[in-house]
């Protein structure tokens, strides 16, 4: 194949045509429109996922990576824990009791959940908690409380709040709820609203004391690992004759995950669909193409081009509209994340996306994903044509042109 004649006809015909503008206008704008659709899908892809890693961030503090709970019992023991910690060191626990209340100050009420929790090992394995307690003196009847609870019961530090728990206690012919008051002494800022306006945290003691509980029996067992996913199997096999489970934060958040991995998917295919539509600016560009140079494809035919010269002129010509195109929308999508991730040019309002700043993070799988669906979607486009350009009869063309 004589390379020299292939690339020096790709050059001739990458020259804007003057004689017919419309086909060279066509070439610019599949061009463009791949640029435009590479450079979408990159930002788009970043910013889901960017935005699933801060939910999953957030998640995996406050759910806290692996859960036991009891199976066949209502509670877990001191037993239990203690032979957790001896089995796997490696790993931190945190024992809990838990309670749904209603927190009252003056005229306002909130409901919410409780956890009586040890605020020593609760701060080892939660930091959002760790950072809510620091330089605090926490005692018995001491609750922390997420900023939408203070925010709306209008607390102020060392300010008491009514607790109403929702176990019931005798009194006379009726049952009363219990209460308690207990003493504000400060908040913390998960960044999900979810939770900074339901949960509450307190000791271990105080739930003792209210829900009637012996101090070696546990609701539950918060446990935090670096690896939850191969941990959880070892946890489970561990667990199989205590009479209790276990259960990762991706498990309890397994639809919300899922539903936004469905519309990452569902947003690279239509978005994938503007590089196709632009690519058949590149088929129409290659067809006007060989339909204005049909003399000369017979001409260099008929002086003993060979059809796979032709062919690769115009399957050259398509590539270098496409994979130009691809590669300045890669050079724009990565400028548009730089300035996304620089400047706050969109505004998120952080108690419904967890931050103010626009989450970017783009994945290599997805990067790779994307230029190989676009550079798939460029051949097929220059393929037809170019195959085109072959199937002219050279002594038709001659006689009448």
Known sequence: ??????????????????????????????????????????????IMNG??????????????????????????NKELLE???????????????????????GENMNGGMIFGVDSKREAEINSIYKKAIKNLDLKKYDIIIGEGIKDNLYLLPREKATLYFTSLSPSGLSMMPKLKRFTYKGYFKSG???YDKTYVYTSLEALQTLLRKPDNIYDGIHVYSDNAMKDIKNIKDFLLSQGAGVIGWWQQNGNFFAAMEMEKKALFIVLMLIILVASLNIISSLLMTVMSRRKEIALLLSMGASTKEIKNIFLKLGTIIGFSGILIGIL????????????????LPADVYGTSKLPLDLSIIDFVSIVIGASFIVLISS???????????????????
């Open 383 to 401: 393929y037809y044509p170019a195959k085109k350009a072959t199937n002219i009869d050279v002594i038709d063309v001659l006689r009448n042109e």
């Open 192 to 194: 999900l609203h979810a």
């Open 1 to 46: 194949m004589n390379k020299k004649l292939v690339n020096f006809i790709v050059k001739k015909y990458l020259k804007f045509d003057k004689k017919n503008p419309f086909i060279s206008i066509s070439a610019i704008l599949a061009f463009i429109g791949v640029a435009i659709g590479v450079m979408v899908l990159i930002i788009t892809m970043a």
């Open 83 to 105: 032979s957790l910690e001896k089995q796997f060191p490696s790993l931190k626990f945190s024992p809990y009791l838990s309670s749904q209340v209603i927190l009252q100050n």
């Open 51 to 76: 935005t699933a890693k801060e939910f999953e961030n957030k998640l995996f503090t406050m759910n806290y990576p692996l859960s036991i709970y009891p199976k066949f019992q209502n509670s877990v």
């Open 332 to 347: 724009l999508g990565f400028f548009g994340m730089w300035l996304l991730d620089t400047f706050e040019i969109i505004s």
